[in-house]
Structures are given as C-alpha cells and as structure tokens.
C-alpha cells in the first residue's frame, strides 16, 4: 500500500470498506493532523484526542465525499473540529460562569435559602416554556431556531423561507414578548442566554 496515492487508497476503501486502505491514510497524515489541532488546542493530550476523534470520523466521512486533494480536505476537517472543541469548551465554561454567578445571587435571598437551585431552575423553565408557548408560530419558531439551536439569520432565512428583515424582527418581538409574560407573572430577566438544558435556553431570573 506504499505506493498507493491517497486516491487510490479512497477509491479501494470506498468500494471495499476495508479499514486498511484508511489505516494507511492513518499512518501517513498522523503527524500533519496533530500538528495542525496543536496549532488551535495549545495542549497535547487534547491534540492526540482530536487525532484519533478526526480519523474515526473520516471513515464515515470519506464514503459520502468526493475528495480530489485528501490533504486539503483533511486540512479543512482538522481545523473545523478543533475550532468546535474550543467554541464547546468556551461554551461550557460560560455556563459554568452562569452558574456560579445566579448561585451566589441566589444564595443572598434570605427567604428563598430552603429552595434548591434544581428545584428553582425547573420551576423557572417550565415558566419559560409556558411563555414561549405564548408566542405565534413565526416568533416562537425564530426564537428557537436562533437561541436554542443557536442558528444564524442566513440560516434562519433558509430554513423558514422568511427574509432577513423579518427574522430579525419576529426575534426581536418574540424576545420582548417573552420579557412582558414573564413580568407580567412577577418575574424580572436577568440574563437571556443560550445553555445547556432540557431547551438548551435558560433565563436567569427572581422574584
């Protein structure tokens, strides 16, 4: 397999499914792609991880792509899984920040000492999903796709088949619309953010 060019092994490997031929693309971009994911990761450790996480993905991946360079497009499939590692870890520590910060504000009201913070934060989302409810389809489907799904306006465009001007504005009216429900039941926002729960959408918010 020495003298195979890395089309041949993808060609063989796409008709045979034999993991050799991609074992033997392991062994010759193995050094390329950890140099590339410590470029962007900074640590070693997790640039072996994304190493062997990258090649586990190709495999699936080569099947389904025509690749005329494998260089270039490994390349490109490197450097967009580490820019997802930094954008999940940044994102994780965010709401780990989140977290600590609604803690200790809630930990300072007195009356509220003998709730637990799951307990709270359930009953909050619950609020938040009866809110969202209230909202007509076109606000409450942007305003998902945008903060839970975390999708871009051009995104959003394609997916609805609405202009970007009013994807902006039912996002904007679906998220006012959101802060007068959840006042109007004697509550005040504190923070509206995109993390990770059972919508992917917490509001920090108290009595």
């Given at each position: 397999?020495?003298?195979?060019?890395d089309n041949d092994l993808i060609m063989n490997y796409k008709q045979s499914s034999?993991?050799?031929?991609?074992?033997?693309?392991?062994?010759?971009?193995?050094?390329?792609?950890?140099?590339?994911?410590?470029?962007?990761?900074?640590?070693?450790?997790?640039?072996?991880?994304?190493?062997?996480?990258?090649?586990?993905?190709?495999?699936?991946?080569?099947?389904?792509?025509?690749?005329?360079?494998?260089?270039?497009?490994?390349?490109?499939?490197?450097?967009?899984?580490?820019?997802?590692?930094?954008?999940?870890?940044?994102?994780?520590?965010?709401?780990?920040?989140?977290?600590?910060?609604?803690?200790?504000?809630?930990?300072?009201?007195?009356?509220?000492?003998?709730?637990?913070?799951?307990?709270?934060?359930?009953?909050?989302?619950?609020?938040?999903?009866?809110?969202?409810?209230?909202?007509?389809?076109?606000?409450?489907?942007?305003?998902?796709?945008?903060?839970?799904?975390?999708?871009?306006?051009?995104?959003?465009?394609?997916?609805?088949?609405?202009?970007?001007?009013?994807?902006?504005?039912?996002?904007?009216?679906?998220?006012?619309?959101?802060?007068?429900?959840?006042?109007?039941?004697?509550?005040?926002?504190?923070?509206?953010?995109?993390?990770?729960?059972?919508?992917?959408?917490?509001?920090?918010?108290?009595?």
């Amino acid at each position: 397999m020495n003298e195979y060019s890395d089309n041949d092994l993808i060609m063989n490997y796409k008709q045979s499914s034999n993991t050799l031929f991609a074992g033997e693309l392991y062994k010759r971009y193995t050094r390329f792609v950890f140099l590339i994911s410590l470029k962007y990761l900074k640590n070693e450790d997790l640039s072996k991880d994304a190493v062997m996480a990258i090649f586990e993905k190709i495999l699936t991946d080569l099947k389904k792509h025509e690749i005329e360079n494998f260089k270039s497009w490994l390349h490109v499939v490197t450097k967009n899984f580490c820019l997802q590692e930094l954008r999940k870890n940044k994102s994780l520590q965010k709401k780990h920040n989140d977290y600590e910060n609604f803690s200790n504000l809630f930990m300072e009201k007195e009356e509220d000492l003998h709730h637990t913070f799951e307990n709270e934060s359930e009953k909050k989302l619950l609020m938040l999903e009866k809110a969202l409810e209230g909202l007509n389809n076109e606000q409450k489907t942007c305003v998902k796709l945008f903060y839970l799904q975390e999708k871009s306006y051009k995104e959003i465009t394609e997916i609805t088949g609405f202009d970007v001007n009013k994807v902006k504005s039912f996002i904007q009216n679906g998220k006012r619309n959101l802060k007068i429900s959840l006042q109007n039941s004697g509550y005040i926002i504190l923070i509206f953010n995109c993390i990770e729960n059972i919508f992917n959408l917490e509001i920090f918010i108290f009595t």
